[in-house]
């Protein structure tokens, strides 16, 4: 199973990952949320008319159980994180993906380098058991992470922002 | 003028002074140093292989000039057997007083013993002071209680240990289990 990280300016971060849950929407997936509550997500991806019966959050914003089948865990636990994201994976049968909204939060509460520790233990064990790993950034945050980190991905994909891109060209002009 | 009787007593006297001192000449002449020899209240009961101290105090009664003495220092016990004992020169004039100590052997039995000090000239002893100590069982608690008080530290870090390896092997069984039991539910509907 092929593994992506999707580097996008923050106002398109939504969009994006809408687009690919919607495009996985015949597998289960799990959800680590790291920026919204599982409760926004959830009526996001609905509004959007994207199906959730299949996916498992991981809420890791509210510490309060909210409904008894979202897992909430701290940020800063990362050790806690894997292994539920790691027994998860385990647990869910056939095909499976993993989203990963988004990577570079963790630096709030943690060290660089654990982030990449977490994010390589992550993707190995995704990959040995055929599940598909789909991380996101805002391509504004956490460069130095994103620079440790995009080896450990099959592919990446960075989309730069639009006013950046402007400005370049305006430089060019 | 004075009276016959006042003459005689004068010279009495003076008879009486200068015998006096004749006497004392031939006694210095004889013994011409005075050793005291004393172990404070404090070091009169000391352990095996501690520090005996004491207070030497020499008096010169002879001689007005320079010179060097060797003390010797025995420690003896009951039956005047030494146990340890420690020799030093030093020069005196007139009179000497210093603290000095002696190392009891670490395997010396508990009992009365006696410090025995000398004072020796030219090979011929001069002079002798004494005191006597006692040596008492080595208190074992203290090691003991090092002892003690190391394995409760190691016990209390070996139980934190194991309290927070405990405590995340069970939080992680409660995650699997959630897990579980999440996803055989959803799965289920």
Known sequence: ?173 | MKSKQEKNKTLFIEILVLGLLLLSLAAAQENPFNLEVQIADTHKNIQAGGELWFTTKIMNLAGQQRMDITLNYNILDSQKNILASKSETLAIETQASFVGNIKIPENAPEGNYELDVQIVVNNKEEAEGKDSFEIIKKDSKTSGQIIIILLIIGGLILLTFIILVLKKIIGKLKIKLRIHEIVKKRMKN
């Not at chain 1, 409760?39 to 994207?50: A, D, P, Q």
């Not at chain 1, 805002?138 to 402007?166: A, M, Y």
């Open chain 1, 1 to 173: 199973m092929s593994s992506l990280l999707i580097i996008t300016p923050v106002e398109k971060l939504q969009k994006k990952i809408n687009k690919i849950v919607s495009s996985m929407q015949n597998c289960t997936g799990i959800y680590v949320s790291l920026n919204k509550t599982q409760k926004s997500i959830e009526e996001t991806l609905k509004k959007n008319k994207i199906k959730t019966e299949k996916i498992f959050f991981i809420d890791c914003v509210t510490s309060e159980k909210q409904k008894e089948e979202v897992l909430h865990i701290s940020p800063r636990d990362l050790e806690k994180l894997s292994y539920a994201i790691s027994s998860f994976i385990k647990e869910i049968k056939g095909e499976k993906f993993l989203i990963i909204d988004a990577l570079s939060t963790l630096l709030i509460y943690n060290d660089e380098n654990k982030v990449a520790a977490f994010v390589k233990e992550i993707a190995d064990y995704a990959s040995e058991n055929n599940a598909r790993v789909i991380a996101f950034s805002p391509s504004t945050k956490g460069e130095e992470l994103l620079n440790k980190i995009f080896n450990f991905f099959d592919k990446v994909e960075k989309e730069e922002d639009e006013i950046k891109t402007r400005k370049k060209q305006d430089l060019i002009y």
